[in-house]
């Protein structure tokens, strides 16, 4: 399924219809990071404040233009958004795509939009966390994202020195 006008900032198919996200959706944007934070268990580090951070991290993809949203039947089911790290250098920062809407494409599309403005951009490298194993990073290196390193993580009363 190749998007059509996806560099436009807008696509339709079969799977709904992509558009580049604005600040009229940021509070749509924040119910899908919330739908997905309370579907999915989160690491034990994760700081109380997080939702705060993701915020900042949508509002300043919505400033360069890397934040894309997917609709079907006028609600949004789906998100993604980079950030700059360095002059050659983009972060995929969120990538969700809600339950009823998956396996048609839509994070597939999401995730096109944002590479075509990225490379609008001259931007080189993009960069992408995840977790260890699942499916999420088995889609990411499907697209051709690679392990460069590792972070691990330990709760510290449980270092063993």
Sequence with gaps: MRASGASRGRWYN?????????????????????????????????????????????DRSIAVGWAF????????????????RGDA????VELYVTPTARGVGLATELVRAVAAELRAAGVRHALVSTAPDGPARRLYERWG?????VRLVAAVDALDL
């Design 14 to 58: 079969a799977a709904g219809q992509g558009r580049r996200a604005t600040a009229h959706d940021r509070d749509a944007l924040l119910a899908l990071w919330d739908e997905w934070v309370a579907a999915s268990p989160s690491p034990p580090w994760l700081p109380p404040g997080a939702r705060a951070g993701t915020a900042e991290g949508i």
């Design 89 to 92: 250098a983009a972060e995929l």
């Design 145 to 149: 994202f690679a392990v460069e390193s």
């Design 69 to 84: 949203a997917a609709e079907r039947e006028g609600r949004l089911v789906g998100l993604a958004a980079a950030v700059p």
